[in-house]
Structure formats: structure tokens, C-alpha cells
């Protein structure tokens, strides 16, 4: 439906929608788009989903409206498999890897850029670790837009070559994402550039909330006791946790009977880091409401080498307000965790996603979830995107267990 208005998470201050914006001009705030959704509550229900597209645009009514003669642009993102663990009872995996270019920035792009080309903006400017990059090239493509794309120099190949092959253009950059951003922020003004880096435009996560409807709709509308999402840049959390909202006020969720076992009806929201760039985790544990930039980001895990994330504030309000936790991986534990889920369930799982695995794994041992939690793990992309830092990485674990791997001539599991 229309767009009320352009809220802020951190001041309240409302904007128009009417033209494209970035972050509130008073204090830099991440925007989210508002409707009236007490006028859609009766006439937009649950029952209304019933053999709709099989896509993320199958909850048009909460998304932004267009005009009549305007279509989204979409590759066939969202609707993605609930698969049911074959390891673990009550587990469930979403896998965000059947998405176009094989990863959930799909759907924020998707949103984005359909929303961009409705401004009749013509260029567009990202930082990316990789897969954010590569969906932005592809939907920028699918709707004649120009795209420019700054990645680190050492982004998966796959990230890389399927923005090049969408003709976008990008920049590779001898560090990491923040670098890549704030060339971004220096150089969009001139160029005529409108930035649509995480969290610095409304509708990246009015794509990625359609996760959130996903995981209710799927369940048959009794949301999980808890959620395990790996946190980059933390669009995924923050988006899920707007859906829930927006489910309370058009009546699909909450109320007696409804859901989970837990009071307040919305279940636990775990993020999981890389041991090597955890400042969401660090924060969390020392009861800060935002994190500091991490020095030394280092995980093979390229999307979540996100050493300060823009909605660091609202990740950290999200686990507090649901009763979550905060987790980190190593990459030792997140590329065993790959092999585990490709054998034990037959998801070939991006590192990213691995690494909710190592979560779950930990926060059953020490006691934070129970067998009987209903508990939904996310697979945020394909491992084929990853081939080369897969193979990398085993030539790594090789070096570090010489022994176990050849013993007397016989090659080991490895
Ligand atoms: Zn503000």
C-alpha cells in the first residue's frame, strides 16, 4: 500500500516518501517506511495469501504501492524452503540460498531498486562484502539502471564476476567494506550517485522483512521460540523483527493461543558473528546499546566482515527486546559446521549461514535452547557462490591437522 511516511528509528521525525531519501538529515537515523495499517487490518488477511505468487511480492499490500502502468522489478526472489532438519527435532532451515544470485540481498534489492527506478533515480552506489554487490548489479540490469559497486579486492570470485557480468561497475578496494563505503559517501555526490548501502535507504528492508512473513506463514502462523540469523550488516534481524510488528497490527499474529510458549508471542532473535569481526557480540556482552568499529575483521565468512554496522542500535535493541543472545563462530567451527549440513541435510550452505549451525550446536550445550524449542536456523546464501574460499579454507584446516589427515598413506575424512 501507499506510504504514509518515511519514519526515523532514532529521533521519530517523519518525511515525506514522496521523494527518495537516505538517512534523517538531523541525526543520521535509519528510516522505515510507515503505513496505515489499521486501514488494511480486515480487508488484507492471511487467508488472502492462498495461491499467490510464489514470490516475496505475494505481500504486495505491505510493500510500497506503485503506480498503475509500474511493475516491480523482480528475478523471483523470496518464497523461499522451510526444510525441516533431518538432524534435529523442533529445527527448522530457511534457505535463503534458492534466491536469485543465491543470496537473501535479493530481496532488499529487489525492493530498492524497484523502488529507485519509481524515483527515476539512474544511478546507484553500494559498499558491499560481496552478494550485496552482485544482486544489486543483476536487478540494477533487470531495470536499465546504471550500478556502481565498490567490493574488497578479496570478495568471493563469484561476487565479482557476476557484477561485471551484469555490465555494472566496480571498484575493487585493497580493504574491507567500511573502506568500501566511505569511498561511496566521498565520491557520490559529485558523480550524481544515490547510495543504497545498508540501512542508508528505506526499502532494503521492506524487502528483507518479507522474511519475517515468510517464517509465519510457513509455520502455519505459530512463530518459532526463537530465530538464529548470521548478523553482517543485520538488514535480515532488523527487517524480520518490523514484519512481526507489522503482523501484531494487522491481527496475523499474537493474541491468546496464538504462537509461541514465551509471553509477547515473538520469538527470541539470535544473532551470529565470526569470532574474527564480532562487534555485535561484544557489545552485547558488555550491555552496550551501540558497538565500536572492530579492529582486524578476519573471517572467511565474507558477509559477515562487517566491523561496524550501520543499525548496530537496533540489532542490539531487537535481542534485548525478544530475550535473545549474541553467538560467535570460528571459522574452524563454521567450516565444519558447512560440511555438516551439506552431509547431514543436503544444504550446501554459505559460510554465513553454516554459522547459525555453530550457534544452535552452542546454544543447546550450554543450556540457552532446549530440545523441545521450535527454532529457526537461516541459510542466507548458496556455498556455490563460495567455491574458491571454500577450497582456500580446506587447504587451511589440511595445514592445521597434518596428522589426522594421512596416516600411513590412508586419506583421512578430510
Ligand atoms: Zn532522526
Redesign the pocket.
Known sequence: MKVSYLE?T????RLSADVPRNV?P??G?VLFARYDLAALKGKFRREDLRGRVASMWRYGEVLPELSDHEEPVTLGEGFTPMLRSREHANVWIKDEGLNPTGSFKARGMSAAVTMARHYGLKKLAVPSAGNAGGALAMYAAAAGIEAYIFMPEDVPRANRMEAEYADAHVTLVNGLISDCARMVTERKEKEGWFDVSTLKEPYRVEGKKTMGYEVAEQLDWKLPDAIIYPTGGGVGMIGMWKAFEEMEELGWIGGAGAGAKRPGFRPRMITVQAAGCAPIVKAWEGGKASSEMWTGAETFAAGLRVPKAYGDYLILDILKKSGGMAVSATDEEIFGATRQWASMEGVFAAPEGAASLVAYQKLRANGFLSAEDTVVLFNTGSAYKYLDVLEAEERKSQRRMPGARNIGGIIGPY
Open positions: 526515523c532514532r529521533c521519530g521525525e534523517c538531523k541525526d537515523g
